[in-house]
């Protein structure tokens, strides 16, 4: 969010009086700033623009400094209150205090304040308030009552005054100061000469001069009125001014940029005049201002004056191409559309219909005589939706119905809820009228007559646009688009079209739809679509981008205008705008820039071009009147800063070296960046884009955030870019600011050589060592590999054996015994006894089989699961050895990756016949343990056990088949294992694996 929050209704100050009398007294809308927006004394009194573009003005409490984002108060020696700033020729700003005088310079580290009151002697350094400041020639003067100060480089010069000072005053390219009872008084250098020493200059008061016609100049005085000065004599100048001068007191003031001259008064606001005396414009509490004595006025040269009063600070464009009518002038409400009928203008509100005519002006002089009011018709109440000029009438669409009205004269045609107006190309004396379905009115001898409803028609109907006589697109509020074909004659008979999603719409959303060059386009919330005949259905414009290059996001509506001209409505995140495109030569449009910016919080409803280019905007915030005639060039003098570098994490602000860089350490690389931009036509409309050279390839997208911040960016050098637009879409000066991110010490280039050095003379030797220690491990993997082979060379073996001296011989036996059956089959005795030979040998033989393979394989593992396979082990190993094994086996099953299990169970097994080969135990005992996130697997005896101290702990080498073993297929599990074992105390085997989905 931003530091300040501007309290604006927005806009601007008429600058002449406008065409017609009865159009006259738009407000004067303008941008307040209060004291709690800034946080100082609500007092102000003078205002300068740094030639950075900062805006600084005198306040009770110090200086304020605003950047166009944030107010930052400078506070003065003895917290001394200010009165008077200007800038000298080197760009310092001049201060003039109680009791204090000094110059505040622009650092790029802040605002530095330098004080010159040592060079004020004794006698005079309590001197009161310093009214005004000035410079001249290089000389700057500051005036109190009891003295002038005149700067002049580092040095001060007193100037004591013989009784009193008045205030100082430009006289074409001189300054002038009146001394009570010595008249006009010139100062040069550092001297002060007579200038008039007239009775009337030394006797009466003056207040401010000012430049008129024919090398004159206009004197107010504080008490007497105006007179014109020729250089030698003072005459009265009778004249609605000096009138307005009388009733209230003139105080200071400036000549603007259009030659004008603008007069602070107490009690009344501003009043603008030109070199003939002749009132442009008064801004007062009478037509918008907030407070009513102004204490000065600021040109800052960007088409805004600065107001400075005793209530805070305001702000107006001058000279205005926008006014505003709001409830000063009877408009109340929300204005949905205006037009002009037999040249008076006419609003339609949401609570009424108004006409704009003149009443005797409360203060005749403020408004030349008259003043502007809108008042309201008779009878046609609530809500006016709509306002169509047929000939002599204006038909007004309301609540109630259809009102014709002429002059302040109404009279009701239809009593049905109408919305949208229509006249028909086919037949000009019929209106059409979007409802609660679609309506016409006829006018037949001169009177309008409703003629009801046509058939086929019952939605409400927001929208009425012709394609073709006869042919209507209408468009609803929630329930799509229709497309109408009229029967015609006395017909009320239709053929309708619906379409809506289903037909290519992306919502049913109401959004006002226009005709350009022969197709509706409509918008949406995923931007314009067109009707494609051919297909029946509603798509994506591809054309409007070609026609209107570079179209905001976010149109809600497109009102043609004149000459071909097209208004487009935006909604975008920060609030409504208005764009103004006109047909180029090609058929394409470019954006016309508009000279205002209208209030965000404002919809726009309805743009009216009147025939003098004159654009009447109705909106939400009421209405508007753009007059392109008195838009003045604007420069565009503002620039983007970069404020503020701050330390994410500690916020701490970091500064620029003499070279002007930010040097950051390593662990400062995460940074948010403050910027502002110097702006001051809307600030809340400002908008920044963002680059940094070195980490980002493109500009960041439009944002009305000003900051930026960056994280963990890796050392280097960085050009951060900001760049920004004002709410006229103004690009403005880039700005800049270079950072470098040092490296972290072991980044350095000192490290780097230390480290290339170390390598240089230990990498050799630690080569070698690597090498050495990969050849040995090698050589482990070698051997244990060979040691593999040969035992599954052994295993094939003792298989062998077994089929051989088992499996063989009991089949030969089989064989011998049925063929000595085969040759005697007539002995029925020998035959009962061969066969229960062959029996038992084959009962055997299925039994040593059956031994064979599960040793190959557990045949329980597949079918019972690994918990009792392990289970069913230990209990077979107990019952076949002299060792007695006590087991416990946790629910395991599925814990494992199938492709695992049989490594597990082999480690169990073959852990088992190490005790029963090697450990001469009595006792056993097995554990498996099921964990949250790994199985523990624990083998101990009570054996003879062995000295483990020797073994490697990485068990690359065991010293055993069998171990080596376990330890390859503990590997293959993923996990550890340690064996624990001393002489004469058993062995200890532990194993941890860890369990699926946690390794």
């Not at 110059?103 to 009161?128: H, K």
């Not at 119905?401 to 049905?416: D, E, H, I």
């Not at 009425?464 to 209507?472: G, N, R």
């Amino acid at each position: 969010m931003r530091d300040i929050l501007l309290i604006s209704t927005f806009i601007i100050l008429a600058a002449v009086p406008v065409r017609s009398d009865f159009e006259r007294g738009a407000l004067p809308v303008v941008n307040y700033t209060s004291a709690g927006d800034y946080r100082a004394d609500r007092d102000a009194w003078s205002t300068v623009r740094s030639r950075s573009g900062i805006m600084y003005f005198a306040n009770s409490e110090g200086v304020l400094q605003y950047n166009g984002v944030t107010w930052n108060l400078i506070r003065l020696p003895n917290r001394t209150s200010v009165q008077s700033l200007a800038i000298d020729r080197d760009g310092r700003i001049i201060v003039g205090s109680d009791s204090e005088i000094g110059a505040l310079t622009e650092t790029a580290d802040g605002v530095r304040y330098t004080s010159f009151v040592q060079f004020i002697p004794d006698s005079l350094r309590n001197f009161a308030q310093t009214w005004t400041s000035d410079t001249l020639n290089g000389y700057s003067y500051l005036q109190s009552s009891s003295a002038i100060f005149v700067i002049h480089g580092d040095s001060l010069t007193t100037i004591p005054a013989s009784v009193l000072f008045g205030m100082m005053y430009r006289f074409q390219d001189r300054l002038l100061v009146q001394e009570q009872d010595r008249g006009l008084m010139e100062l040069k250098g550092t001297k002060l000469i007579p200038f008039d020493s007239s009775a009337f200059c030394g006797t009466v008061s003056i207040a401010s001069i000012f430049p008129a016609q024919n090398g004159k100049h206009f004197v107010f005085t504080k008490y007497k009125g105006v007179f014109l000065y020729d250089g030698r004599t003072m005459v009265p100048f009778p004249s609605p001014l000096n009138d307005l001068v009388l009733k209230n007191r003139p105080y200071r003031g400036t000549v603007v940029s259009t030659g004008e001259n603008a007069l602070g008064v107490v009690g009344l606001g501003v009043i603008i005049f030109d070199s003939a005396g002749t009132i442009r414009s008064v801004v007062s509490k009478e037509n918008g201002m907030r407070f009513n004595t102004v204490t000065s006025v600021y040109d800052d040269g960007t088409g805004n004056l600065w107001l400075t009063g005793y209530e805070g600070l305001a702000r107006v464009r001058y000279p205005a191409p926008l006014t505003s009518f709001t409830d000063r002038q009877g408009i109340a409400s929300a204005v949905k559309m205006t037009v002009r009928h037999q040249g008076r203008i006419y609003s339609g509100t949401v609570e009424n219909l108004y006409q704009l005519t003149t009443r005797p002006s409360v203060t005749s002089l403020v408004s030349a005589g008259t003043r502007s009011v809108f008042t309201r018709i008779p009878d046609v109440r609530e809500d006016c939706s709509f306002m169509l000029s047929v000939d002599d009438d204006l038909l007004v669409s309301t609540t109630q119905g259809v009102f014709v009205v002429n002059g302040t004269k109404s009279r009701l045609v239809t009593r049905t809820y109408a919305l949208p107006l229509l006249r028909s190309s086919a037949d000009p004396d019929r209106v059409f009228i979007g409802t609660f379905g679609l309506g016409s009115m006829v006018r037949k001898n001169g009177r309008w007559v409703d003629e009801g409803l046509y058939e086929g028609i019952t939605e409400d109907v927001y929208q009425l646009l012709e394609a073709a006589p006869d042919q209507l697109w209408l468009r609803t509020y929630n329930q799509g688009i229709l497309r109408v074909r009229l029967l015609g004659g006395v017909s009320r008979k239709t053929t309708v079209e619906r379409f809506g999603i289903a037909d290519g719409l992306p919502s049913l959303s109401f959004l006002p739809a226009t005709i350009i060059e022969g197709r509706l386009c409509a918008p949406t919330e995923n931007g314009i679509y067109t009707f494609n005949e051919q297909r029946r259905r509603f798509e994506p414009d591809s054309l409007f981008l070609r026609q209107f290059p570079g179209a905001p996001d976010g149109i809600y509506a497109i009102d043609p205008g004149s000459n071909g001209s097209y208004w487009i409505f935006v909604d975008q995140p920060g609030g409504y705008r208005l764009t103004h495109w006109l047909r180029q030569e090609d058929g394409t449009f470019r954006q016309h820039p508009l000279p205002f910016a209208l209030p965000p919080a404002s919809r726009i409803e309805w743009v009216f071009e009147d025939t003098d280019g004159t654009c009447w905007i109705s909106g939400t915030g009421g209405l508007f009147r753009y007059e392109p005639a008195r838009t003045a060039e604007l420069p565009v003098p503002f620039r983007a800063v970069v404020d503020r570098v701050r330390l994410l994490g500690n916020d701490s602000i970091v500064t620029a070296s003499s070279s002007g860089t930010i040097n950051l350490r390593y662990d400062e690389n995460s940074l948010r960046l403050m910027v502002s931009a110097n702006s001051f036509l809307d600030e809340q409309q400002t908008m920044y884009q963002f680059l940094l050279e070195g980490f980002e390839e493109r500009w960041s997208g439009w944002t009305f955030e000003n900051r930026k911040e960056y994280t963990n960016l890796d050392p280097g050098m960085y050009t951060f870019r900001v760049r920004a637009k004002d709410a006229l879409d103004r690009l403005g000066e880039e700005g800049t600011v270079i950072m470098e991110i040092m490296p972290p010490w072991w980044g350095t280039w000192w490290f780097r050589t230390i480290v290339a050095l170390f390598f240089l003379t230990a990498g050799p030797v630690i080569y070698y060592r690597r090498v050495t220690a990969l050849k040995r491990q090698n050589q482990m993997q070698e051997e244990f590999s060979r040691q593999l082979i040969n035992r599954q060379e052994a295993e094939r073996k003792r298989i062998a054996h077994e089929l051989h001296d088992s499996i063989s011989q009991s089949l030969l036996t089989i064989k011998n015994r049925a063929g000595l059956a085969v040759e005697r089959p007539d002995e029925a005795q020998l035959m009962i006894e061969q066969m229960k030979v062959i029996l038992t040998s084959s009962t055997g033989a299925i039994q040593e089989i059956k031994q064979i393979t599960h040793n190959l394989r557990p045949y329980l593992l597949d079918r019972l699961g690994l918990t009792k396979a392990l289970q069913s082990l230990l209990r077979t190993f107990s019952e076949s050895v002299s060792v007695k094994i006590i087991g416990a086996v946790d629910e395991i099953d599925g814990k494992l990756p199938q492709e695992n299990e049989i490594h597990l169970y082999r480690t169990v097994q073959e852990a088992l016949n190490n005790i029963q080969k090697h450990s001469a135990a009595a006792e056993a005992h097995v554990t498996v343990e099921l964990g949250e996130q790994q199985l523990r697997v624990t083998v101990q005896d009570d054996g003879k056990g062995f000295d483990a101290t020797g073994m490697r702990s990485d068990h690359a080498s065991l010293g055993g088949l069998g171990l080596d073993g376990i330890a390859e297929r503990v590997r293959i599990l993923g996990g550890e294992f340690r064996i624990t074992s001393r002489i004469g105390q058993g062995t200890t085997l532990t194993i941890t694996i860890p369990l699926k989905g946690t390794a």
